[in-house]
């Protein structure tokens, strides 16, 4: 059974101009363990598929099932405790808007461990994003970009999700952390973890995704294995993206 | 003979002492391309900055020498820097946006810089204006000079920019992470205009950017900048197939590792 399972999503704003579809029927399923890329460029519906499956915009029309569970419809009250199962956890681009910012890492790393009935410490969880446990006293504020998103990691894997939703988790990034970042990601993988990682840079989850969705305006015009994305894209806006996707090797089209 | 020439150039804060540009250089060509690689703190805009006269208050080129079309820099007034900006050396940059007044049409903007550097009357300005709209090719030009900046997308923006840029001729053009802010498809366009401004015009360009891959497209030579050091510098194709510096290798890995590289045939 999939994880995560999306069928004919569609989502709608209301604007003083009217309606506008930003989600036309999305279909995308992830299976356990699997690691699904989601590509999309401005306007493109990612964040809106992003916000959809947190539970943080009423759906149009469709369903979201996470871990067999219909989450469509449910009220506030139903995804506070659906979410505090921890079936599924988030990283974000910007890690101060998951971290509190008053909170020590220790406090931030060991709530969600409490939250599981755990009293055990949080060590583990630094140790297992390869952070020294000296930054267990400080804040968020005081630490780097790349130790700030390390540490959000190290929050969702408190929960032990099954499936970790990633929104631009490497885009503010230097090189240097956004690699170890992306190692960090690609251990968890490995490991069985499921990810949903929604980006708009094809080249930084290439690497990792066994699966390559592509959004373009609202709707999924691509969804395969990786390599066949990348080296016999179908749809032409894949094809545009992917010879635009600036890389260290002339792109010979297959 | 180059027409933009830095020579052991370094950048200091006259505020604080600190030395943030350990010396670069480099000599650019006319119609020549030369990248530079960095992150943010690498100093590469700082030098950028340098070479086009608008260093921050307390900055000062505190050693070596710029030489912009064989002339040296360091003692230009302000009234002779504003007469080389835009007609030999010009710039766009990350954010298009705010470059331009809200409140005027785009068209307008790009008129009043022919007027101002070429002394074009109104009319011929706004010809002008509308040529150059239609040579970074957007499309209904004469339609774009009468938008405001709000009604253009990003990429529309920094084409306007581009055309602002190029409005006086100048022989160098800094482009300082200039399709970083842009989806990925429009920055390819953007550096495919480029590319073809400088073989159709001859303009020489200095390509700065975070990614090396960017860099890599564009250039024949790159100098990979870290901390404000130089930490690498070469042709392009020695640069990737040979690197010398480990933070060379590093960025060049991510891509290898990360990026499509694995899925694509070696050129």
């Not at chain 2, 830095?6 to 002492?17: C, K, P, Q, S, W």
């Not at chain 2, 930490?231 to 990360?258: C, D, K, N, S």
Request: aromatic residues 4%; charged residues 25%; neutral net charge.
């Amino acid at each position: 059974m999939s994880l995560l399972e999306i069928s004919d999503l569609h989502v709608h704003y209301r604007r003083r101009t009217g309606r506008l579809h930003a989600l036309r029927g999305v279909d995308l399923s992830i299976g356990a363990g699997e690691t699904v890329g989601v590509i999309g460029e401005t306007g493109s519906g990612k964040s809106t598929l992003a916000r959809a499956v947190l539970g943080l915009l009423p759906v149009s029309r469709g369903r979201i099932v996470i871990d067999g569970e219909d989450v469509t419809r449910f009220n506030q009250r139903q995804w506070r405790s659906f979410r505090r199962r921890g079936v599924v956890q988030y990283v974000f681009q910007d890690p101060l808007r998951s971290l509190d910012p008053d909170l020590t890492i220790e406090e931030s790393l060991t709530e969600p461990l409490r939250l599981q009935g755990r009293r055990d410490s949080p060590n583990h969880l630094l140790e297992r994003v390869r952070l020294d446990e000296s930054l267990l006293t400080r804040l968020p504020a005081e630490l780097s970009g790349g130790q700030r998103q390390r540490v959000a990691v190290a929050r969702a894997l408190a929960a032990e999700p099954r499936l970790i939703l990633l929104d631009e988790p490497v885009s503010a990034l230097d090189s240097a952390n956004r690699v170890r970042v992306l190692e960090l990601l690609k251990e968890l993988r490995d490991a069985g973890t499921a990810l949903l990682f929604i980006s708009h840079d094809l080249g930084s989850v290439a690497g990792i995704a066994d699966r390559i969705a592509v959004l373009h305006q609202g709707e999924l015009v691509e969804d395969g294995p990786t390599r066949q994305v990348v080296t016999e894209p179908r749809h032409d806006y894949t094809k545009l993206l992917i010879s635009s996707v600036p890389t260290l090797r002339k792109v010979v089209p297959a | 003979m180059s027409i933009l020439e830095l020579e052991n150039v370094r950048i200091r804060n006259d505020a604080d002492g600190r030395e943030l540009v350990h010396g670069v250089s480099f000599a650019l060509q006319p119609g020549g391309v030369v990248g530079i690689v960095g992150e943010s703190g690498s100093g590469k805009t700082l030098t950028c900055r340098a070479a086009l006269g608008i260093l921050p208050e307390h900055f000062v080129v505190s050693d070596g020498r710029i030489r912009l079309d064989g002339q040296d820099v360091a003692g230009l007034t302000r009234r002779q820097w504003t007469a080389l900006r835009g007609t030999t050396i010009s710039a766009v940059f990350q954010d298009p946006a705010s470059y331009l007044n809200p409140s005027l049409t785009v068209g307008s903007q790009i008129a009043e810089v022919i007027r101002v550097k070429r002394g074009a009357k109104r009319r011929a300005a706004r010809e002008r204006a509308i040529e150059l709209l239609a040579a970074v090719r957007l499309r209904d030009p004469a339609v774009v000079y009468g938008q405001y900046p709000h009604e253009l997308s990003g990429g529309m923006l920094q084409r306007s920019l581009i055309a602002a840029a190029i409005a006086a001729e100048p022989r160098v053009l800094i482009a300082d992470e200039a399709t970083t802010a842009l989806d990925v498809t429009v920055q390819a366009e953007i550096l495919d205009l480029l590319a073809d401004l400088r073989r159709d015009t001859g303009l020489a360009l200095v390509v700065v950017s975070h990614d090396l891959a960017v860099v890599a497209q564009l250039c024949e030579r790159v100098l990979v900048m870290r901390a404000g050091e130089v930490v690498e510098q070469g042709r392009v194709e020695q640069v990737l197939h040979q690197p010398r510096h480990e933070y060379t290798r590093l960025l060049i890995e991510e891509h290898e590792a990360y990026g499509l590289e694995r899925y694509l045939v070696a050129s």
